[in-house]
């Protein structure tokens, strides 16, 4: 067997109001390395346009988190061997959502939602979900995302004009129910749709990733989740990673080689050893 083919395959798990287009830049990257890149899109985004989305979002109405999970985990059972898999925001949770699952060899949540239990939810990420959370008759809607939104969210290190040309690109309604699971899941660690066993202990390692200035998921989050996990006294590898000047648009954002091979390197490092004590939180 050649040395391409022992590398293990990576999936990437994308984040609310993106599609899998939003990972091009890792997924080149990765695949340049040698490994085999899946990056499938969520139930009702699959492999469509952006414009196609955004012209007809009825498929993205009443999907949750569970839906999604549930859907990456068939993808990932069905291929050869066990991947590498990392997911950015609400693709982070999903990641370790399967990483309670069991269906990876190590796991990289980038910038990522933070699972049931965890309460830490500052004014920035609050805002950040407003314009959806503001309105509970929409819980099963798909709500488009503003330019001036986009641009405090995803934008924040850009002119405005530039942040516009990004949502140009990339943006797609929102998985209203998403949001309001992810909301409710904090404060109900057991019932919540986004539970996981932070106390699990054969998980594969996992890597929480944040960058600075992200309004989103900002680096008291990041912490936040690593401490839930390692407050267990689990033997299973929890690492914390935060990098200065990023947002929340961590994997396109100028610099995200330095980003995506810190990542790789991680995880192929500890998917080679996933029994290891933890060695940093």
Do not use: C
């Not at 984040?15 to 390395?33: I, V």
């Not at 990023?246 to 100028?254: A, D, G, K, L, N």
């Amino acid at each position: 067997m050649n040395e391409i083919a022992k590398k293990a395959p990576i999936v990437l798990v994308h984040g609310l109001w993106m599609t899998p287009k939003s990972w091009d830049t890792w997924a080149e990257f990765f695949r340049s390395e040698g490994h085999e890149v899946i990056v499938p899109g969520w139930p009702g985004i699959d492999d469509r346009t952006v414009d196609d989305i955004r012209r007809n979002p009825e498929a993205l109405k009443g999907v949750g988190l569970k839906q999604i999970a549930d859907n990456y985990e068939r993808i990932i059972r069905a291929l050869p061997q066990k991947p590498i898999i990392m997911g950015h925001s609400f693709g982070g949770l999903i990641t370790q959502m399967l990483a309670d699952r069991g269906v990876g060899v190590a796991y990289v949540g980038v910038t990522p939602g933070q699972p049931a239990g965890i309460t830490t939810l500052p004014p920035s990420t609050l805002r950040t979900g407003f314009p959806i959370l503001r309105n509970p008759f929409q819980k099963n809607g798909a709500s488009p995302i503003s330019r001036s939104h986009f641009h405090f969210t995803f934008g924040n290190d850009l002119s405005r004009a530039a942040s516009d040309q990004i949502w140009e690109d990339f943006a797609v309604n929102s998985y209203n129910r998403v949001f309001f699971e992810g909301v409710a899941g904090a404060f109900n660690e057991k019932r919540g749709v986004s539970h996981v066993d932070y106390a699990k202990k054969d998980r594969a390692p996992l890597l929480v990733i944040t960058g600075e200035i992200d309004h989103v998921v900002p680096p008291v989050i990041g912490r936040a989740i690593v401490k839930k996990y390692a407050s267990t006294g689990s033997p299973s590898v929890v690492e914390y990673k935060e990098f200065a000047g990023r947002t929340h648009r961590i994997v396109s954002q100028q610099g995200w080689e330095e980003v995506a091979a810190y990542a790789l390197d991680w995880a192929v490092k500890h998917s080679a050893n996933p029994t290891v004590t933890r060695s940093g939180s």
